[in-house]
C-alpha cells in the first residue's frame, strides 16, 4: 500500500547529541573526553541498551540515564564529583534547550523530498518538553504538519496512543503510515501496536535480522517513498 504519512522519531533519526557541548562541559569540570571519540562509540551503546529487555522498557528519562552511564564508561570519563557536575550541567542545559541538537546533512533534503513527493510529515518523540522549540530553533519544524512530544501528552513510545494522538490529529490512515524510528523496543513495538508499520533507521548495519523494514538513511527512505509514485 503506498505510503501517505509519514511520522519520524527526533532524537538519533533527525537529530543526535552534541558531542562537542558534552565534550567541553566535561573538560570545564577537569575531565578529558574527545568529542569525535563519543560519536563513534554512540551507535554501538545505543544498539547494546535496545538488546537488552531490561533496558529497553521504561520512561525515557531511565533510558537515558543508562545510555549517558554507557556511554562516560565507553570514553573512560572517571567517576567522581567532575562528573557530577559536568552531568548536572549537562541535564540542566537539555531540560531549557534539547541536548540532541546535532542535525546531519542528508536531515533537510530528505524532509523536503518527501515532502515534494506529496507524503504528509509528522513528528513524534519521547522528549522532555523541549522538542517543539528545538525543531524551530533548527530549522526542522516547518517540514512537520504535528509535533508530537511525549512531555506534553503525558505519554510515551512504545505506547501506542501516543502514535493514536498524532494519527488523529493528521486524519491518518494508520494502514497508509510508516514510522521512521532509530530504536527496536521504543518505536517498532510501539508503531505495530498502533497498526503503523514502523521503519528502523539503521545506519550502521548493527540491526541485521530485525523482523521490519530498515533503511540505511533518510535519504534512503525518501528514495523508497518517490519509488511507490
Known amino acids: 500500500m503506498v505510503t501517505r504519512t509519514v511520522f519520524l522519531d527526533a532524537g538519533g533519526v533527525l537529530v543526535h547529541p552534541n558531542w562537542v557541548r558534552v565534550a567541553e562541559t566535561l573538560a570545564r569540570h577537569g ?5 569525535a571519540s563519543m560519536a563513534a562509540v554512540e551507535p554501538s551503546v545505543r544498539r547494546e541498551l535496545d538488546r537488552a529487555p ?4 521504561g520512561t525515557d528519562a531511565s533510558r537515558g540515564a543508562s545510555y549517558f552511564n ?4 565507553r570514553a573512560g570519563v572517571p567517576l567522581g564529583p567532575g562528573l557530577q557536575a559536568a552531568r548536572a550541567e549537562l541535564a ?6 534539547n541536548l540532541w541538537e546535532q542535525v546531519g546533512d542528508d536531515v533537510a533534503p530528505a524532509l523536503e523530498r518527501l515532502r515534494a513527493a506529496g507524503r504528509r510529515l509528522a513528528l513524534v518523540s519521547n522528549s522532555n518538553g523541549t522538542v517543539r522549540a528545538k525543531l524551530e530553533r533548527l530549522g526542522l519544524a516547518r517540514f512537520f504538519e504535528t509535533i508530537v512530544d511525549s512531555r506534553e501528552e503525558g505519554v510515551e513510545k512504545p505506547d501506542p496512543r501516543i502514535f493514536r494522538i498524532a494519527l488523529d490529529r493528521m486524519g491518518a490512515d494508520p494502514a497508509t503510515t510508516i514510522h521512521v524510528g532509530d530504536l527496536v523496543y521504543v518505536d517498532v513495538v510501539g508503531a505495530r501496536a ?4 514502523p521503519v528502523l533507521l539503521d545506519p550502521h548495519g548493527l540491526y541485521a535480522g530485525a523482523d521490519c523494514d530498515r533503511v540505511a538513511s533518510l535519504d534512503d527512505l525518501a528514495s523508497r517513498v518517490e519509488a511507490e509514485g
Open 31 to 35: 575531565l578529558a573526553a574527545d568529542a
Open 54 to 57: 531490561g533496558l529497553g522498557p
Open 70 to 73: 554507557r556511554m562516560f564508561e
Open 92 to 97: 540542566e542545559y537539555h531540560a531549557t534547550h
Open 194 to 197: 498502533a497498526g503503523l508499520r
